[in-house]
């Protein structure tokens, strides 16, 4: 079964510095791959996702992250964090094909901004 | 451009009452997904419907939860007989299509269920 690891349930930077949060997922074919972000009391927006091509996706809100195959990772990473940012970070995966729908969640990373 | 609604967005129940939520999805979206988000947790996935079927309901607890999706009309997702291990958050989402790369999950605002 697929699983979605997220390193570190918070994690704090301060304002202008780089962003780095982990994800790693175990799955025997690479999946469809997402981040999402949740801001309090509210739904999950999607920030990028990765589903076939270049490896570097890049997302809205100047985030970005890398398809590493190899580490079975897909780190997100901002060279400069904006106070906005502060927030829960979710990675999720999915099968390719005909499940698709049905995506795995990572434990979530909250963003601390710190002016 | 409306995305998901979901309503309403708090509800408290007291131990043995029903929760109703309901969902709207998007405009032109004809497939519809829930969530449910336990405190500290990610989401895990319950049921996915399209209008008048159930497609996969394979992380729906066994009792007391039911999700419909009729011809007109919002999406609902009813606990009868809440329990305080209901307390959760649970989010709907909606597709354009089955699936695929072309067809994201759009996520509403979530409905926060209390049980008291």
Redesign the interface.
């Given at each position: 079964a697929q699983s979605v690891t997220q390193l570190g349930s918070h994690v704090s930077v301060s304002e202008g510095a780089l962003v780095l949060l982990r994800c790693n997922y175990s799955s025997s074919v690479p999946p469809y791959l997402f981040w999402y972000v949740q801001y309090p009391n509210q739904g999950l927006q999607l920030l990028l996702k990765y589903t076939t091509g270049a490896t570097l996706v890049k997302g809205i809100n100047g985030f970005e992250a890398e398809f590493k195959k190899s580490e079975t990772s897909f780190h997100l990473t901002k060279p400069s964090a904006h106070m906005s940012d502060a927030a829960e970070y979710f990675c999720a995966v999915s099968d390719r094909g005909d499940s698709s729908y049905k995506l795995i969640f990572g434990s979530g990373t909250r963003l601390l901004v710190r002016p | 451009n409306a995305g998901?609604m979901?309503n309403p967005?708090h509800l408290v129940r007291r131990r043995g009452q029903e929760a109703r939520l309901r969902c709207s999805p998007m405009k032109g979206h004809s497939?519809v997904?829930w969530?449910r988000q336990l405190p500290?947790?990610?989401?895990?996935?319950m049921v996915?419907l399209q209008k008048e079927n159930i497609i996969?309901e394979s992380?729906m607890p066994k009792e007391r939860f039911s999700a419909e999706f009729p011809k007109e009309g919002p999406s609902i997702l009813r606990i009868q007989q809440v329990v305080r291990g209901d307390s959760a958050a649970y989010?709907c989402a909606s597709?354009p299509f089955?699936?695929?790369?072309n067809?994201?999950?759009?996520?509403?605002?979530?409905t926060?269920l209390t049980v008291t």
């Open positions: - | 998901v979901q967005r497939h997904y969530y500290e947790e990610g989401l895990k996935f996915y996969d992380g989010f597709s089955f699936g695929g790369e067809s994201p999950l759009h996520f509403g605002n979530g926060r």
